[in-house]
């Protein structure tokens, strides 16, 4: 799924843990824990092309349970 959304040649962010796409405009970000929700969430965001600010227009998120 991560590979799906991020695409052929993404580059990995220098937190290495990050994946952004080869064109900048969407990102996957690995789970991290959340303590407010007792569990993990990861990240899926994009940006849309044209736009003026690098600010990310959309953030998925999905709870890791297992």
Known sequence: MVKAWV???YEVA???KTLVSQ???RQYRPP???PYQQGAQANFEQ???GQE???WQSNAHL???D
């Open 53 to 55: 600010t690098k600010k």
């Open 63 to 65: 709870d890791i349970t």
């Open 14 to 16: 220098s937190d290495e």
């Open 7 to 9: 695409g052929d040649g």
């Open 32 to 34: 991290t824990y959340k």
């Open 23 to 25: 064109n900048g405009l």
């Open 47 to 49: 940006r849309f092309p």
